[in-house]
């Protein structure tokens, strides 16, 4: 015992000097991203941890891929935005899917690493949601080819739902199943649902602030393709305040000062966001405002619909609405009571449960997934 004992000493000393030694020293942006990336470091014989850059459609596109069995199922995580990147919040939620499943975070064309890997003005006249669909479909082949996969899992959030329906509709035989979060239906539709949120709101609240400021954005959305960033910006600021994008919260600074933590992200990686963004809208908010999906609603996949009961950003009305409508081989929809628009990120566990208990099981039944642990007793 005395070598246990003189080993529990000689740790406690250790923690001791260490914290001595912290306690003298500003602890910088990238120790913190580091202390992150130690920790989520992959180190079983068959996981896979990856960050590369792969050829998509003439252009360098940034892939995050990781997993604790490369015998899992893959599911390909579509984000939101446009150009609003899930790779530098992934640490965020991600970590426990990677038992169940190899995850795939992309960075579109236009967004975070991908952005700052190309030439803007050779991208630019290439944002459309036509080349998005091309782009994501190039992706989806790539994953299939290199890790011998004929299926995998589809996870489009917001606006990504946009691409992840025109891919499940187009290959359903690529897909175990299609699942939607914060799902889009009817982009105009939806502006006046989440407008008509923030001034109820705000008129409860007796904000004046908000009121005038939504009072000015009247009749909005406005006619179909009028939508500018200015207005949308001032219609999500207020809708965020009442909680309409994070259930509960008046910010969404959660969310974007998480990035800065990223253990994938460098500064360069962080200013690219925001430069991305600002083009992809430029190129994206007209079309992506006169998006319309209401009568896209036959799927040769299964589809599973994940959301929030208070998301105003993407109406939880008209996608339930939706989903009543839709003819799948599988379908179900899933309440997340106590979130709106990031669901992942705001019930993270109910989400990883309802992806094991849900989703996964498809790939099991096709023998697309690394063996359960037996329990012994």
């Known amino acids: 015992m005395k070598s246990l004992f003189c080993s529990i000493a000689l740790g406690a000393a250790a923690c001791v000097a260490q914290a001595d030694d912290n306690a003298n020293k500003a602890f910088t942006q990238q120790q913190a991203r580091d202390i992150i990336a130690e920790s989520r470091k992959i180190v079983t014989p068959n996981g896979i941890d990856a960050l590369i850059k792969v050829k998509i459609n003439g252009t360098e596109q940034w892939l995050s891929i990781r997993g604790k069995d490369k015998r899992n ?33 992309w960075d579109q064309r236009g967004a975070g690493k991908t952005y700052a890997a ?18 994501a479909e190039a992706v989806v082949r790539y994953l299939q ?4 996969k004929q299926k995998i899992f589809l996870l489009g959030h917001s606006w990504g739902t946009v691409l992840g329906v025109r891919l499940a509709q187009r290959h359903p035989d690529w897909f175990y199943a299609y699942i939607g979060v914060g799902q889009v239906v009817n982009v105009q539709q939806n502006e006046t649902i989440g407008y008509r949120f923030a001034l109820d709101q705000a008129k409860v ?14 009749p909005y959305p406005g006619k179909e393709g009028s939508l500018d960033i200015e207005r949308i910006g001032t219609q999500r600021r207020w809708l965020s305040y009442y909680g309409g994008l994070a259930y509960g919260r008046t910010s969404f600074a959660f969310d974007s000062n998480a990035e800065e933590l990223a253990p994938e992200y460098s500064d360069k990686d962080l200013d690219a966001i925001g430069a991305g963004s600002l083009l992809s809208l430029n190129h994206l908010l007209k079309p992506l405002s006169l998006i319309d999906l209401s009568h896209d609603t036959h799927f040769d996949c299964p589809v599973l619909l994940f959301t929030g009961r208070h998301d105003y950003a993407v109406s939880h009305e008209l996608a339930a609405q939706w989903f009543a409508t839709l003819s799948a081989p599988y379908k179900r929809l899933v309440w997340f009571e106590d979130s709106a628009h990031m669901v992942m990120q705001e019930q993270p566990g109910r989400f990883l449960v309802h992806l094991v208990n849900d989703a996964r099981p498809f790939a099991v039944q096709a023998g697309d997934a690394a063996p359960e642990d037996i329990e012994q007793h």
């Open 205 to 218: 609240d007796n904000n004046t602030k908000a009121i005038a400021e939504l009072t000015r954005l009247a």
């Open 118 to 135: 190309n030439d803007p003005k050779t991208i630019a006249p290439t944002l459309t949601i036509d080349q998005m669909t091309d782009d």
């Open 145 to 148: 080819q290199t890790y011998h």
């Open 73 to 105: 199922p893959i599911l390909l995580f579509i984000h939101g935005g446009p150009a609003s990147p899930d790779m530098p919040l992934a640490y965020t939620f991600q970590t426990p899917w990677e038992d169940y499943f190899t995850v795939v975070q």
